[in-house]
T-cell receptor
């Protein structure tokens, strides 16, 4: 069935370190992979996304990589700051249209000063 | 600014009661979604709609129903609420697109069923 697995569930880093969150998906026809950030008490907001025709995308301190063969994608945050502390969700758009996203369970990232 | 809004923001109810959560958007998007968020389980899709005549079940539709009253309004109903429906509920919208598009979330409704 349609499934997205996300690891780790919690991640604690020191300010300035890098953080990596990994996701795997089940549907080889998936073609769109967004990452959402949810700060405490707030709504999820898109921070970066990647489509299946590219292998990597960067936006300042964040980057996402996609390995279609292995069906996994990762979020990389460099030079972490306390304001990066949040829950991060990966998602995959499954085949069949409708822009239907299946989300991972989330990673709670804590950046300590 | 164009936005997605949800009412109520918080609701406490009792087992067996009928509850309606409402979502409105001024983004002009055709596609609307309802999710529930539980700790450790992420966001799970309940129902989604691509226009007023199109309603589809998501991963966890049992115990829920929806109504798309207009392009801008999408309501979620719990016909007979039960305690395990206690959760944070989000509405979201998106534009159409064959390759996938950003979903914009509302602020959420925290529902507690006693």
């Amino acid at each position: 069935g349609e499934n997205v697995e996300q690891h780790p569930s919690t991640l604690s880093v020191q300010e300035g370190d890098s953080a990596v969150i990994k996701c795997t998906y089940s549907d080889s026809a998936s073609n769109y992979f967004p990452w959402y950030k949810q700060e405490l008490g707030k709504r999820p907001q898109l921070i970066i996304d990647i489509r299946s025709n590219v292998g990597e995308k960067k936006d300042q301190r964040i980057a996402v990589t996609l390995n279609k063969t292995a069906k996994h994608f990762s979020l990389h945050i460099t030079e972490t700051q306390p304001e990066d502390s949040a829950v991060y969700f990966c998602a995959a758009r499954f085949s069949g249209g409708y822009n239907k996203l299946i989300f991972g369970a989330g990673t709670r990232l804590a950046v300590h000063p | 600014d164009a936005d997605v809004t949800q009412t109520p923001r918080n609701r406490i109810t009792k087992t067996g009661k009928r509850i309606m959560l409402e979502c409105s958007q001024t983004k002009g998007h055709d596609r609307m979604y309802w999710y529930r968020q539980d700790p450790g389980l992420g966001l799970r899709l309940i129902y989604y709609s691509f226009d007023v005549k199109d309603i589809n079940k998501g991963e966890i539709s049992d115990g829920y129903s929806v109504s798309r009253q207009a392009q801008a309004k999408f309501s979620l109903s719990l016909e007979s609420a039960i305690p395990n429906q206690t959760a944070l509920y989000f509405c979201a919208t998106s534009e159409p697109g064959l390759a996938g598009n950003e979903q914009f979330f509302g602020p959420g409704t925290r529902l507690t069923v006693l």
